[in-house]
DNA sequence: GGTATAAGTTACCGACTGGTAACATACCTG
DNA sequence: CAGGTATGTTACCAGTCGGTAACTTATACC
């Protein structure tokens, strides 16, 4: 599924085992400035020789790093991607086993996230605002992205032992990217994504079976 | 790159004058294409030579009526913002007096919206993920609009007696907006829009004064 | 019919963008 | 030191985009 199209496929950005024995600091200079840019100004936004300056590098040194333009928005797609669900997972992992802990446990640290004065919301959501071409990798792969949030939500919600998993799991999935969206307005912690928690708390409740306090 | 060569496409090619009694024929033509591409593709995805061609006509007669293509995006954006308006209003003047009901009209309105083809979300706060420069007037349109967005579900949610109306219509808002921002990515009526009824419906009843069935 | 005005046509400009060629330099390693 | 590899530098190309000039044609209205 993961299958990379671009040609180039490091999974691994760490210091590793790359052919030469030398770190290429440049191309991870440029894909961390990239990542950047992409976010705060939108993929539209940035062009490449932007990117390459702002690494302290320049044009050619980046397209020796990458193949084109269109193949660093992928990579920086799934960067972000990867980041997401650790960023999940670290979430969630306080509270195993107890599912209705670990979405609220989401939501505090989407609050949490939202706080920061650098947050533009779901970087793979504003890129599918922006690549409104057509059937693309990237479009596809923002695709799989969201269903797969979908999905978890959905098994958490069943895990839960909610009556109606799916939809308990779409509104919160729809709580969620609310509170992405309205973040791009909104400015730090005055949006309405400060009631979220409540509204996800009200929710599982309506779902769960009646359950002694 | 999908640069589709954009046929002709006039409705009314035919002999005679264009809709007698009209006065700028041209500019309406423009500005009706313009609105169209410009949600379909984005704003940055749409050049105003395509609009011109698009509206067949040309670029000169683009800049005969439209000082510049900002200014164009701007009339774009407030067009959008009344049209969407006369929708809510007309989803609302359903349920005079009976602010639950609206709100619910509201969504189901959405839903129905949601199911076209041709949506693809809220056309202000797609332009939000695009226009990320600065405090320019585009931005600050959009926030406008966002904000009213949220007083009016703020007084609607008072209106129908809720506790904590400003966290039940920010909790709407989430849901709203959510609706918007997955219904760019998952296709007609498949994705998690489909739940907001439900919760809506949920969260309005948790904020009501208990009251008999 | 004649004239003012709206609209189409062509050509062009400057700026920018993605992408490449050719060459020069640093640096690390054998 | 030699030599390969990574990087920097400059210049350039082709395409696109916003915007304008100058001219021609069609339309409307008196």
């Given at each position: 599924?993961?299958?990379?199209?671009?040609?180039?496929?490091?999974?691994?950005?760490?210091?590793?085992?790359?052919?030469?024995?030398?770190?290429?600091?440049?191309?991870?200079r440029i894909f961390e400035t990239a990542c950047e840019l992409f976010y705060r100004h939108g993929i539209h936004g940035v062009g490449v020789d932007a990117i390459a300056a702002e690494a302290g590098s320049n044009k050619m040194s980046f397209y020796r790093s990458f193949?084109?333009?269109d193949a660093l928005v992928a990579e920086y797609l799934r960067?972000?991607?990867?980041?997401?669900?650790?960023?999940?997972?670290?979430?969630?992992?306080?509270?195993?086993?107890?599912?209705?802990?670990?979405?609220?446990?989401?939501?505090?640290?989407q609050l949490e996230i939202a706080k920061s004065n650098e947050c533009r919301g779901c970087a793979l959501g504003n890129a599918a605002a922006e690549i409104t071409d057509d059937e693309d990798e990237l479009s596809t792969l923002v695709r799989a992205y969201k269903d797969k949030v979908r999905k978890r939500l959905h098994a958490m919600a069943r895990a839960m032992g909610a009556r109606d998993a799916e939809v308990l799991g779409d509104a919160l999935m729809l709580l969620l990217d609310g509170g992405y969206f309205?973040?791009?307005?909104f400015p730090l912690g005055s949006g309405p994504i400060s009631a979220a928690l409540s509204a996800v708390r009200t929710l599982i409740e309506a779902h769960l079976p009646k359950s002694p306090a």
């Open positions: 599924m993961s299958s990379d199209t671009t040609g180039i496929s490091r999974d691994d950005c760490g210091p590793g085992p790359l052919p030469a024995g030398g770190k290429s600091r440049v191309r991870d193949a084109s333009k960067e972000q991607e990867r980041e997401y669900w650790a960023w999940w997972d670290a979430a969630v992992a306080r509270h195993p086993d107890d599912p209705r802990r670990q979405v609220e446990a989401l939501f505090e640290a309205t973040r791009l307005i």
